[in-house]
């Protein structure tokens, strides 16, 4: 049974790239609560996609874990295309895949650049040209997960800021297009999102993060996945072309 706390979305089938684990695994199981059958798609960590996949079923959902190298043009396509056939439909794009290496701005090698909005950019729009074919003739939702980057820029992220400043207009430029066919694009920005050894790794700019932010805490990868799961519900069917900030409120903070 869905989850009575979230949107129903029973009888739908969701794609989300990058759920093999963290915040793409997080919305893959929210979907799962809301009763959407998911397909799982991951690049090389097929164990931890099984995985994923298992805790959708135990909470009596479907899934499915699909493979794919998403700077691979023909390989997006047959993504898409294999969720379609899996679960007779598609519903739902959630365009999570991506890198996020750091870099110094001076020492970004074309490669690096490359690679960035190949992995995180090029994937996302690919991945959306495939699911608006599919979705044409009964519409759908399609979210790409952008972040707070896309405006605020870190040191070290110049190429991750860039693809994620890409996904924002994308998101819209995207909705413009496709709304005639009754497809909704949007983008959720998160802001820093906790994860296991994340306060060890980085204390320092986990404490500045919880000083900055009105709301005192990091996000978890459920509060992204619901911002994801309301886009593609019914409560926001007028809803296309939006940039979804999940930041607890840090862009509030003054910058001075």
């Known amino acids: ?6 949107p129903d979305l029973t009888g739908t089938a969701t794609l989300v790239t990058g759920a093999s684990g963290g915040i793409g ?10 009763g959407s ?13 099984q995985s994923v996949v298992r805790r959708i079923e135990d909470l009596g959902a479907t899934a499915t ?5 998403l ?57 959306t040209q495939a699911a608006a074919r599919i979705m044409t003739g009964h519409g759908g939702s399609i979210v790409h997960i952008a972040s707070i980057e ?21 998101a819209r430029a995207a909705a413009l297009e496709y709304g005639r066919h009754g497809i909704r694009v ?10 296991p050894g994340l ?10 993060w919880r000083t900055a932010a009105p709301l005192t805490r990091l996000g978890t990868p459920a509060d992204v996945a619901n911002a994801c799961v309301f886009l593609a519900s019914p409560l926001a069917t007028w809803i296309t072309g939006h940039n979804l900030v999940v930041d607890g409120g840090v862009s509030a903070h003054p910058t001075w």
């Open 1 to 6: 049974m869905p989850d009575p706390a979230l």
């Open 25 to 34: 695994a997080g919305i893959a199981l929210r979907f799962a609560q809301a």
């Open 37 to 49: 059958a998911v397909a799982v798609h991951y690049h090389r960590d097929r164990d931890r996609a």
């Open 65 to 69: 874990a699909l493979t794919a190298d």
């Open 71 to 127: 700077t691979d043009e023909h390989a997006c396509a047959d993504l898409v295309r294999a969720a379609a056939d899996w679960a007779g439909r598609l519903d739902t794009l959630v365009n999570c895949a991506g890198i996020q290496p750091v870099r110094p701005l001076p020492e970004l090698s074309a490669a690096d650049w490359r690679a960035m909005l190949d992995t995180t950019l090029t994937s996302a729009h690919l991945c």
């Open 150 to 170: 896309a405006l605020q820029p870190a040191p070290g992220h110049a190429h991750y800021s860039s693809a994620k400043a890409g996904l924002v207009m994308h």
């Open 186 to 195: 949007n983008a959720v920005s998160p802001g820093l999102i906790d994860r």
């Open 199 to 208: 306060e060890t790794d980085w204390p320092a700019g986990v404490d500045r």
